[in-house]
């Protein structure tokens, strides 16, 4: 499989930032790739910056909509898996969500954020109800993907329900600042997260200056073994390419020796 991660600076124009990443997908296809995957709210701004209200939640857009319609086409024209992510309105609530589109265009379901933050910059409360959809994992044309997003990604049960249902890819969407967490954290946290789970892991950041936030970029790529793979630069529009074998996942020490030799029976109520 080969895997696309676009970070792409967004303006304040929907419509404008939806062709751009329509572009990014047809450029990244051209080069071969097989599946590819967009940063939290890719074709917004970072609305949380600032706190809600009802004019910017009245911004939230359907899942099927315009953005995942346009996509679908693409998928199918271009024979590309697409994980997006978007801000959804279903009825009266609100949520961080990332649609799935298979190669043919189906939309194969929602990913929805489950746990919700909320401090200074990312006044995400206000925005997005929990996520009510679990942890899926969708068999797309290319291997089986679960998705992580942004804040879901510090919760290791939640990485751990992904890897339980069938995961060897999970995608995380994500809005990381520049300086928000020192010394490799990030990449230190998905190392471990695909290290003890099996799959790899592919974190696609926002990148670029926003209005109280400027967001860093380096989207990079972990192995099952706990290797980074493959990063983009920090501060630019870049589509990160990368290879992965999901032989790997078969063959990674999660498959044959953590997983197996979990006890559910004895922490499942430490977990509750």
Request: proline letters at 6%.
């Amino acid at each position: 499989m080969k895997l696309a991660l676009v970070q792409q600076m967004a303006t304040n124009d929907r419509r404008v930032n939806r062709e751009t990443g329509l572009g990014a997908v047809q450029r990244a296809a051209s080069q071969g790739a097989n599946v590819v995957c967009f940063a939290e709210l890719a074709f917004d701004p970072f609305y949380p910056q600032e706190p809600a209200t009802p004019e910017t939640l009245a911004l939230a857009e359907p899942v099927p909509g315009p953005t995942t319609d346009a996509f679908a086409k693409l998928a199918t024209d271009l024979g590309v898996v697409i994980v997006l992510n978007v801000f959804e309105r279903d009825g009266d609530h609100t949520y961080d969500t990332s649609p799935v589109i298979d190669a043919d265009g189906t939309l194969l379901g929602k990913t929805r954020m489950v746990h919700i933050t909320d401090y200074d910059c990312f006044h995400e409360q206000g925005y997005y109800a929990p996520g009510n959809c679990g942890a899926p994992v969708y068999d797309t044309a290319y291997g089986r993907i679960g998705v992580a997003i942004c804040y879901d990604r510090h919760y290791p049960e939640y990485m751990r329900a992904l890897a339980l249902n069938g995961a060897q890819l999970v995608v995380v969407p994500q809005a990381g600042a520049i300086g928000e967490w020192p010394d490799g954290l990030f990449e230190a946290e998905l190392r471990v997260a695909s290290f003890q789970n099996g799959y790899y892991s592919a974190l696609c950041n926002r990148v670029g200056p926003e209005p109280k936030v400027t967001f860093a970029g380096q989207s990079f790529v972990c192995d099952p073994a706990g290797n980074v793979i493959a990063q983009a630069g920090e501060g630019a529009d870049e589509i990160l390419l990368c290879e992965i074998d999901l032989t790997k996942v078969e063959s990674s020490h999660a498959a044959k020796l953590f997983l197996r030799d979990r006890r559910p029976e004895l922490y499942g109520d430490w977990l509750s």
